[in-house]
């Protein structure tokens, strides 16, 4: 019976108005329409700070060190990165290269131990 209602629909293009439990509980909606939205303005009201006013540049000025500094304090210099900053690195002077009024100077930099970047010194 099944088999014959599914070729029917094929055939003619009709769809049966049975539907499974599992359909009927897709074809509802998760969430309100705004849920999301609010849900998202909320966690941003309790969690991020709101700017501070300022009056004058110097006042800027002062803020916006100290909004940097935190930046990398918090985010940036974290885990390996932090081992980073008083790392000891190094500069290999490679060859000279000469051309008429110029010289490029190969050399390697080594960043971070173990991550040497290549580089040409005009």
Avoid: C
Avoid at 15 to 42: C, G, M, R
Avoid at 56 to 62: G, K, N
Avoid at 73 to 78: C, E, T
């Amino acid at each position: 019976m099944r088999r014959l209602r599914f070729l029917l629909a094929l055939v003619s293009g009709v769809v049966f108005a049975q539907t499974s439990p599992i359909e009927s509980a897709l074809s509802k909606p998760l969430l309100a329409p705004n849920q999301p939205l609010i849900e998202v303005q909320v966690y941003t009201a309790a969690h991020v700070k709101s700017m501070p006013s300022v009056g004058s540049v110097a006042q800027w000025e002062q803020v916006s060190d100290q909004i940097r500094n935190d930046v990398l304090d918090r985010v940036v210099h974290q885990g390996e990165a932090k081992n980073w900053l008083t790392a000891k690195t190094s500069i290999e002077w490679q060859d000279t290269l000469t051309g008429p009024g110029y010289r490029v100077r190969k050399l390697r930099y080594e960043a971070i131990p173990g991550l040497w970047i290549p580089a040409l010194l005009y």
